[in-house]
């Protein structure tokens, strides 16, 4: 399966899809870690799926815990990876965060 190409905010801590910002996971953490982080994300999420298919709530409670604790792990939830004070806007619109100006040049571009 192809990886889709999303724009990346200037400043490198999101990616847009589907009109919203995304946290990009810490760029500080070393190649070991982040591999080790996003494996786990990657079992945690086929555990929400296998929840889901055989209609176990406390398992599918479990697997999407597991998720959340993954993704705090990688930076992409839970405070914010960087030290400038800069809110977090994860899950607004482009044009409605500090990165409206930058997404008006995106749109025109497409």
Not at 6 to 33: M, N, Q, S
Not at 60 to 68: C, G, H, I, Y
Not at 69 to 75: D, Q, R, S, V, W
């Amino acid at each position: 399966m192809a990886r889709t190409e999303h724009p990346e905010t200037p400043d490198g801590r999101y990616f847009v899809a589907k009109d919203k910002l995304w946290r990009k996971t810490d760029p500080r953490l070393d190649d070991a870690t982040r591999q080790a982080r996003v494996k786990a994300l990657m079992q945690a999420r086929r555990a929400v799926k296998h929840a889901k298919q055989a209609e176990d709530d406390d398992a599918l409670r479990e697997a999407r815990q597991a998720v959340d604790t993954a993704k705090i792990a990688l930076g992409e939830r839970g405070p914010v990876w960087w030290d400038d004070d800069a809110p977090d806007e994860t899950g607004k619109h482009p044009r409605n965060s500090s990165y409206a100006e930058w997404w008006r040049g995106q749109e025109v571009g497409e």
